[in-house]
């Protein structure tokens, strides 16, 4: 039998392999990686027992073999899972059987995770992944090998400490969502471990981690505001702002879960969310603000003005993670590079992205897109204009909100000036005890009303064009793309001054500068005269 010092997870660069990993102390220190990510999932033991065998089927003169060079592909994935399978095949959670929660995980560590069934959509069941056999003569598993290097964790160490919903009808649900999450701590494991192992092979610095902490970001915010408040004239709308947010402050110490904000337009909710959201987060020991907003458009601005709130910390605390993102406005190049890994498991102190961004992720089925997953356990999550949440999915977007804040450490804060109808007994199945943290909001609405609403009717578009014409300030919202190129040409023929067109489709540079132009008319008077803009 063959030492097993000589079976390798990854290899190195030199023939006599001094500079290979063990494939050991790789199993080892995944496991050990899995169970620090798993520690608010209340999964740790499982976690960790899927870093121990996610690599079994490395054990192979197959695998090894490919290491060396060989062009044979060998699945050294399952091997692992139908070990999950052996050792754990007597323990249900209420029919649900104990070894499913790692053996997806194992199973799908780098092809993703398998069906529950097959659904005839081309994509392998679990059932199917387990029946294949890994035992056939060329490919034989070296059981003394990994039995004698490789410790498991006691059974008793496997218990799980999530809380099952009262509503049966939720139980499978939670069950997926727990296979996620060690899915997750696997995966982000197994990247750390290999990227740090070729890191240090290659002589690369190594990049991830020590980021701002969550008070230092406290104290820039409470300057930030102390500045803005002694530079503000003492309005009525002004004081108005300031008894929204010392009251959002003053419930931050209430206990975790689920809270709305609802604050007309207007009223300060961009400051207000992030300071209840960083006093609550130290209140309760948690690690992270995720800020969730819907559209693209208005993600940068947001984000830009956290970066100026925080000052010298922004660019290191901050993440922006969307479609649009333009690296070229952070200004140190190694932060450019944290940024870059942080997007890949959202490590950072705070995380500013988009709704598809957040909710895809949470229902991912890649490795490369669930591994953030854990991180964003023990986080305040701040759903901005949650009025858009998608209606097709709500059920199940609901589901992961409430799962979040039950068993995974999470305050959730629904942010809007008009608060969608989600709570029992307005919505069957809905959320309970939703608390609000802002002063009297129906009120609120009386004493911000800044608009004036009327219907025109049905316009022409030349009836528009005059309409924008006559006023020197003015921003028009078309539906469609087509019809807001279409307003701006006919504008720009009549060499009429000051027109800006805004649109979705720009890039992110672009529109950046346009808005940083308007913004400075704005700020200097000048006669803005005309923006147009489409908004999809």
Known sequence: MENIRNYYAHSGNLMDKSDWQLLSDHLQTVADIAWHNARYTGCEGLAALAGLLHDLGKYTKEFQARLEGSSRKVDHATAGAKIAAEILPDKLLNGFPFFKLIAYAIAG????????????????CLKDRLSQNFGKELCVLDELAWKSALQLPSRESLTLKIKLHPDTDFHGFQYAFLIRMIFSCLVDADFIDTDRFYKKLKNKPWLRGEYPHLNELKIQLDDYLVRKQEGCEDT???????EILLNARKKAQLSPGLFSLTVPTGGGKTLTSMAFALDHALAHNMRRVIYVIPFTSIIEQNAKVFREVFGDLGESAVLEHHSNFNDRTITNEETQDKLKLAMENWDMSVIVTTAVQFFESLFADRPSRCRKLHNITESVIILDEAQTLPLKFLRPVMAVIDELA??????????????????????????????EI???????????????ISHLGELTDDEILARMIDNEQILTIVNNRRHAQ????????????????????????????????????LKEKKNLSRCLKFIN
């Open 438 to 452: 802002a002063p009297n909001p129906s009120k609120l609405f009386d004493d911000l009303s800044l608009v004036s």
């Open 236 to 242: 009525f709308v002004n004081q108005l702002r300031h």
């Open 406 to 435: 039950r068993n995974y450490h999470c305050s959730v804060v629904l942010c809007t000036a008009t608060q969608p109808a989600l709570c029992q007994p307005d919505f069957d199945k809905g959320f309970v005890n939703v608390r």
């Open 486 to 521: 279409s307003l701006f040409q006919s504008l720009k023929e009549r060499q009429v001054e000051g027109i800006f067109h805004l649109t979705t489709l720009m890039c992110a540079i672009h529109r950046t500068k346009k808005l940083e132009i308007i913004r400075k008319r």
């Open 109 to 124: 560590h780098h092809a993703g995770l398998a069906n529950g069934i097959d659904e005839g959509d081309g994509r392998s």
